[in-house]
C-alpha cells in the first residue's frame, strides 16, 4: 500500500499550473454555489424548438410496453412512484445536502451507482415512444409525473444528483431525445396540461441542467467520457432551446468537441481512456453531437467527422465473429440513450448501423443488427433507403494492427464463420490516469474461438469504491499477462488512481499470410529493478499462438515472476500431461491446447479469496462468479534473465 508521504509526492508530481488554479477555482464556486442551493429558474422561449430527430409509429416494428428498466441486477418499476434518492441495492437513501459536500463512498448512504442509474431516466424515451405508439395519456400522464416527481425531489444543488456533471449531461441528453419523439413543441398546442407542465417544470430544469453543464466542466488534462458528455450535453441542448445563453453555450460546446474529439481519440479512432466499455458511451456522445449539428445547420469540421469514421471503422474491427467485444479496461459508464436491444453488444452494432447510413461502409452494415429502432429515429426513412443502398457483402476479415495505440487484432476466419481472434494489448494505462478507468493490464492478451470467448479479461465488477473488489479487478493479477511480486504495473494512492502510468514500447509489429508477430514491452516495474517483454506469433497454418515471455532482474534479491491465463466460466479442461492442459467450451466443437512453459510450477485456482483474490470474471457490473486461472511461477533470482514460452493451439 502507498504510504502518504509517496501519495503526495506522486499527486504533486501530476499537477500542472494550470490545474492548480483550476482546483483553487473550483474550491471557491464550490463555496459561492452554495448560496444558490434550492434555485428556482424562471424560463421564457420566444419559440419552441421543431423536433430535428422524427419517428414514424406506422411503420414501427412491435414495440414492447414495459414498465420497467433493469438497474444493474435490480429492477425499477416506474409505474409506482420513485424515490429518487434511492439505492435499490441496499434500500439506503442519499441525503437530501448541498450536493457537493456528499460523500459519495459513504456507505451509510449506499451505493451512488444504483441511485444515478435511476436517475438517469434511460426508460424515459422508451415512454415517451409508447405515448406515441398508442396515444394512451395515461403514458403521457406517467411521463409528466416522473420528469415532475425528480424535480421536486431535486431542488437545485441539493441531493446527489446534482453531484456529478455526468449524471446532469446525461439527464439531459434523454429529455432532448423525449422531447423529439413527443413533438413536444406541437403536442403542447393541443394539450393544455402538457403545455403547463412544459412552462412550469420541464423547460425551467432543463435550462438549469444546461447552466449547471456550462458551469461544471472537469479539468481537461483529468477527464475524458467526463467533459465529452459536458460539451456534448450542453451542445444539443443549446442547439435546440434557444435560451438567452445558448448562442454562447453553442460555440463553446463544439469548440470544445472538436478538442476533443482529437485530443481523446487516437489517429485510428481508439479512445486514449483505455476502456473497451466506455466506447458505445463516448461514440454515442460524439454521434448525436454530429447529427444535432446537420440538422440545426451548425455541422462540425471534416476532422471531427474523419475522427468519427475512425472510431466507427475501429468497431467493426473490433468485434469477433459472433459480435461480442474483447474487453480491457472498465466497463464503461454505461449507456447514454437507448430504444432497444439491451444486449451488451447491442449499442456497438448499433453504431455499425449509423456508420453504414453515413460513410456507406459496407463492413459496417455486415456486422450490424439491421435497421434499428434508435437509428429509426436518428435518421428516418431517408437513413433506412442508405442503409438498404450499401452493398452487402461477406467480408473475410484478417488482422488488424494500431501500433500507434498499442491495440492488436491477430486474427484468422475461414469459410464457415470459423474464427481464431486475439487481441493484444501493448497500450498505455489511459491518458487521463488520474480518473481510474484504466486496468494495470500491459501485455495482457484475449483470446475468442469461433465467436466464444477462452481466454478472458476478468471485467470490472465495481466503480467509484477503494474495495478490495475493485483493486482485484483492475490489477495487474487478473490479467492474462507477467505479475511481479504480486505487484501491480503501476502504483495506485488511497482512492486507487493510478499515479505513475507506464510506458509501453512497440518493437516490433508485422502482419503476413502465414503468420502474424508483435514484440512489446513496458516499464512499469523499473521501480523494483525489473522488466517485461512479452512476444506473440499468430502461426496461421497451424493455428498456433506462441507467447514468448522474457524477465529481467537487475537488482539484488528474489522475486515471484507469476504468468497468468485466465479462462471463461463456461471453459471446461482437463490435464493431459505436466503444464499441459485441453480446453473445450460447450458452444464450439473445437478443442483448444494450452502448453505453459516447463520451468514453471502450475496451479489451478478457482474463486480464491485468502490469502488474496484470485480467480474471479465479471461480465458487468455487480455481476462476479468464480472462474478459474492458471498460474504459472517461479523464482526469479538476483540479476537473473529468464525466458518462458508458452504455446496456445486450436484444433481443428
Same mark, same amino acid.
Given at each position: 500500500m502507498l504510504n502518504r508521504y509517496h501519495w503526495f509526492y506522486y499527486r504533486l508530481r501530476s499537477?500542472?499550473?494550470?490545474?492548480?488554479g483550476f482546483r483553487l477555482? +473550483?474550491?471557491?464556486?464550490?463555496?459561492?454555489?452554495?448560496?444558490?442551493v434550492g434555485w428556482k429558474a424562471t424560463v421564457l422561449l420566444a419559440t419552441w424548438p421543431e423536433r430535428i430527430f422524427a419517428i414514424s409509429s406506422d411503420i414501427l416494428p412491435a414495440f414492447p410496453l414495459l414498465n420497467e428498466q433493469k438497474i444493474f441486477e435490480q429492477t425499477l418499476d416506474y409505474s409506482y412512484p420513485v424515490d429518487w434518492h434511492l439505492d435499490l441495492s441496499t434500500n439506503k437513501r442519499f441525503p437530501l445536502t448541498y450536493a457537493k459536500e456528499i460523500n459519495i463512498q459513504n456507505a451509510a448512504f449506499g451505493n451512488v451507482e444504483?441511485?444515478?442509474?435511476?436517475?438517469?431516466?434511460?426508460?424515459?424515451?422508451?415512454?415517451?415512444?409508447?405515448?406515441?405508439?398508442?396515444a394512451d395519456p395515461r403514458e403521457l400522464s406517467r411521463l409528466i409525473t416522473l420528469v415532475s416527481t425528480w424535480v421536486k425531489a431535486n431542488p437545485y444543488l441539493l441531493g446527489v444528483n446534482w453531484y456529478s456533471n455526468l449524471e446532469v449531461n446525461i439527464r439531459l441528453v434523454n429529455w432532448f431525445i423525449c422531447w423529439n419523439i413527443l413533438d413536444a413543441s406541437i403536442l403542447a398546442k393541443t394539450d393544455p396540461v402538457f403545455q403547463r407542465f412544459v412552462e412550469s417544470v420541464w423547460l425551467?430544469?432543463?435550462? +438549469?441542467?444546461?447552466?449547471?453543464?456550462?458551469?461544471?466542466?472537469?479539468f481537461h488534462s483529468t477527464a475524458s467520457h467526463q467533459l465529452i458528455a459536458g460539451y456534448?450535453?450542453?451542445?444539443?441542448?443549446?442547439?435546440?432551446?434557444?435560451?438567452?445563453?445558448?448562442?454562447?453555450?453553442?460555440?463553446?460546446?463544439?469548440?470544445?468537441?472538436?478538442?476533443?474529439?482529437?485530443?481523446?481519440?487516437?489517429?485510428? *479512432?481508439?479512445?486514449?481512456?483505455?476502456?473497451?466499455?466506455?466506447?458505445?458511451?463516448?461514440?454515442?456522445?460524439?454521434?448525436?453531437?454530429?447529427?444535432?449539428?446537420?440538422?440545426?445547420?451548425?455541422?462540425?469540421s471534416d476532422l471531427y467527422t474523419h475522427q468519427l469514421e475512425n472510431i466507427l471503422s475501429y468497431i467493426a474491427q473490433l468485434l469477433d465473429d459472433q459480435g461480442h467485444v474483447p474487453a480491457y479496461g472498465d466497463e464503461g459508464s454505461g449507456c447514454l440513450w437507448s430504444l432497444d436491444d439491451p444486449t451488451p453488444d447491442g449499442p456497438f452494432r448499433s453504431l455499425l448501423t449509423a456508420s453504414a447510413i453515413l460513410f456507406g461502409d459496407p463492413l459496417s452494415k455486415e456486422r450490424s443488427h439491421g435497421f434499428d429502432l434508435k437509428n429509426r429515429l436518428l435518421f428516418g426513412d431517408e437513413g433506412l433507403q442508405k442503409f438498404k443502398a450499401v452493398p452487402a457483402r461477406e467480408t473475410t476479415l484478417g488482422s488488424q494492427f494500431y501500433p500507434a495505440e498499442g491495440h492488436y487484432i491477430l486474427r484468422k476466419q475461414e469459410p464457415g464463420r470459423s474464427e481464431i481472434y486475439v487481441h493484444f494489448n501493448a497500450a498505455t494505462l489511459g491518458a487521463s490516469a488520474l480518473v481510474p478507468h484504466g486496468h494495470a493490464d500491459a501485455l495482457s492478451f484475449v483470446m475468442h474461438v469461433d465467436g466464444q470467448p477462452f481466454f478472458v479479461d476478468s471485467g470490472t465488477y465495481v466503480h467509484h469504491t477503494n474495495s478490495d473488489w475493485r483493486r482485484y479487478f483492475?490489477?495487474?493479477?487478473?490479467?492474462?499477462?507477467?505479475?511481479?511480486?504480486?505487484?501491480?504495473q503501476a502504483l495506485q494512492d488511497p482512492d486507487l488512481r493510478w499515479l505513475n502510468p507506464y510506458v509501453t514500447t512497440t518493437h516490433k509489429a508485422e502482419i503476413s499470410d502465414y503468420s502474424d508477430e508483435v514484440i512489446a514491452s513496458h516499464n512499469g516495474y523499473d521501480r523494483i529493478g525489473c522488466s517485461h517483454q512479452r512476444r506473440m506469433e499468430f502461426d496461421k497454418r497451424n493455428n498456433r499462438l506462441l507467447i514468448d515471455d522474457q524477465v529481467e532482474s537487475r537488482r539484488n534479491g528474489n522475486h515471484t515472476v507469476e504468468v497468468l491465463f485466465h479462462v471463461h466460466p463456461a471453459i471446461r479442461f482437463r490435464a493431459k500431461g505436466r503444464n499441459h492442459f485441453i480446453l473445450s467450451h460447450p458452444?464450439?466443437?473445437?478443442?483448444?491446447?494450452?502448453?505453459?512453459?516447463?520451468?514453471? +510450477?502450475?496451479?489451478?485456482?478457482?474463486? +480464491?479469496?485468502?490469502?488474496?483474490?484470485? *480467480?474471479?470474471y465479471s461480465a458487468g457490473l455487480y455481476q462476479k462468479q468464480a472462474t478459474c486461472v492458471f498460474r504459472a511461477y517461479l523464482t526469479l533470482g538476483a540479476e537473473r534473465r529468464v525466458e518462458l514460452q508458452h504455446q496456445i493451439t486450436v484444433q481443428s
Amino acid at each position: 500500500m502507498l504510504n502518504r508521504y509517496h501519495w503526495f509526492y506522486y499527486r504533486l508530481r501530476s499537477l500542472s499550473t494550470a490545474e492548480v488554479g483550476f482546483r483553487l477555482r +473550483q474550491y471557491f464556486q464550490k463555496q459561492s454555489d452554495k448560496q444558490q442551493v434550492g434555485w428556482k429558474a424562471t424560463v421564457l422561449l420566444a419559440t419552441w424548438p421543431e423536433r430535428i430527430f422524427a419517428i414514424s409509429s406506422d411503420i414501427l416494428p412491435a414495440f414492447p410496453l414495459l414498465n420497467e428498466q433493469k438497474i444493474f441486477e435490480q429492477t425499477l418499476d416506474y409505474s409506482y412512484p420513485v424515490d429518487w434518492h434511492l439505492d435499490l441495492s441496499t434500500n439506503k437513501r442519499f441525503p437530501l445536502t448541498y450536493a457537493k459536500e456528499i460523500n459519495i463512498q459513504n456507505a451509510a448512504f449506499g451505493n451512488v451507482e444504483y441511485v444515478w442509474e435511476v436517475n438517469r431516466f434511460l426508460f424515459l424515451p422508451a415512454l415517451a415512444l409508447r405515448y406515441q405508439l398508442t396515444a394512451d395519456p395515461r403514458e403521457l400522464s406517467r411521463l409528466i409525473t416522473l420528469v415532475s416527481t425528480w424535480v421536486k425531489a431535486n431542488p437545485y444543488l441539493l441531493g446527489v444528483n446534482w453531484y456529478s456533471n455526468l449524471e446532469v449531461n446525461i439527464r439531459l441528453v434523454n429529455w432532448f431525445i423525449c422531447w423529439n419523439i413527443l413533438d413536444a413543441s406541437i403536442l403542447a398546442k393541443t394539450d393544455p396540461v402538457f403545455q403547463r407542465f412544459v412552462e412550469s417544470v420541464w423547460l425551467p430544469i432543463i435550462y +438549469q441542467h444546461c447552466l449547471y453543464s456550462r458551469n461544471n466542466l472537469p479539468f481537461h488534462s483529468t477527464a475524458s467520457h467526463q467533459l465529452i458528455a459536458g460539451y456534448a450535453g450542453l451542445f444539443v441542448a443549446s442547439s435546440f432551446w434557444k435560451f438567452p445563453e445558448s448562442p454562447a453555450w453553442n460555440s463553446f460546446a463544439q469548440s470544445g468537441l472538436e478538442q476533443e474529439m482529437q485530443r481523446q481519440q487516437g489517429p485510428n *479512432g481508439i479512445n486514449r481512456a483505455e476502456s473497451a466499455g466506455s466506447i458505445p458511451f463516448i461514440t454515442d456522445l460524439l454521434l448525436l453531437s454530429y447529427l444535432t449539428g446537420l440538422r440545426t445547420g451548425n455541422p462540425f469540421s471534416d476532422l471531427y467527422t474523419h475522427q468519427l469514421e475512425n472510431i466507427l471503422s475501429y468497431i467493426a474491427q473490433l468485434l469477433d465473429d459472433q459480435g461480442h467485444v474483447p474487453a480491457y479496461g472498465d466497463e464503461g459508464s454505461g449507456c447514454l440513450w437507448s430504444l432497444d436491444d439491451p444486449t451488451p453488444d447491442g449499442p456497438f452494432r448499433s453504431l455499425l448501423t449509423a456508420s453504414a447510413i453515413l460513410f456507406g461502409d459496407p463492413l459496417s452494415k455486415e456486422r450490424s443488427h439491421g435497421f434499428d429502432l434508435k437509428n429509426r429515429l436518428l435518421f428516418g426513412d431517408e437513413g433506412l433507403q442508405k442503409f438498404k443502398a450499401v452493398p452487402a457483402r461477406e467480408t473475410t476479415l484478417g488482422s488488424q494492427f494500431y501500433p500507434a495505440e498499442g491495440h492488436y487484432i491477430l486474427r484468422k476466419q475461414e469459410p464457415g464463420r470459423s474464427e481464431i481472434y486475439v487481441h493484444f494489448n501493448a497500450a498505455t494505462l489511459g491518458a487521463s490516469a488520474l480518473v481510474p478507468h484504466g486496468h494495470a493490464d500491459a501485455l495482457s492478451f484475449v483470446m475468442h474461438v469461433d465467436g466464444q470467448p477462452f481466454f478472458v479479461d476478468s471485467g470490472t465488477y465495481v466503480h467509484h469504491t477503494n474495495s478490495d473488489w475493485r483493486r482485484y479487478f483492475v490489477s495487474t493479477r487478473a490479467h492474462n499477462t507477467v505479475c511481479i511480486d504480486s505487484e501491480n504495473q503501476a502504483l495506485q494512492d488511497p482512492d486507487l488512481r493510478w499515479l505513475n502510468p507506464y510506458v509501453t514500447t512497440t518493437h516490433k509489429a508485422e502482419i503476413s499470410d502465414y503468420s502474424d508477430e508483435v514484440i512489446a514491452s513496458h516499464n512499469g516495474y523499473d521501480r523494483i529493478g525489473c522488466s517485461h517483454q512479452r512476444r506473440m506469433e499468430f502461426d496461421k497454418r497451424n493455428n498456433r499462438l506462441l507467447i514468448d515471455d522474457q524477465v529481467e532482474s537487475r537488482r539484488n534479491g528474489n522475486h515471484t515472476v507469476e504468468v497468468l491465463f485466465h479462462v471463461h466460466p463456461a471453459i471446461r479442461f482437463r490435464a493431459k500431461g505436466r503444464n499441459h492442459f485441453i480446453l473445450s467450451h460447450p458452444q464450439t466443437k473445437r478443442l483448444v491446447v494450452l502448453q505453459i512453459d516447463p520451468a514453471l +510450477q502450475v496451479e489451478v485456482v478457482n474463486g +480464491q479469496q485468502q490469502p488474496g483474490l484470485l *480467480g474471479w470474471y465479471s461480465a458487468g457490473l455487480y455481476q462476479k462468479q468464480a472462474t478459474c486461472v492458471f498460474r504459472a511461477y517461479l523464482t526469479l533470482g538476483a540479476e537473473r534473465r529468464v525466458e518462458l514460452q508458452h504455446q496456445i493451439t486450436v484444433q481443428s
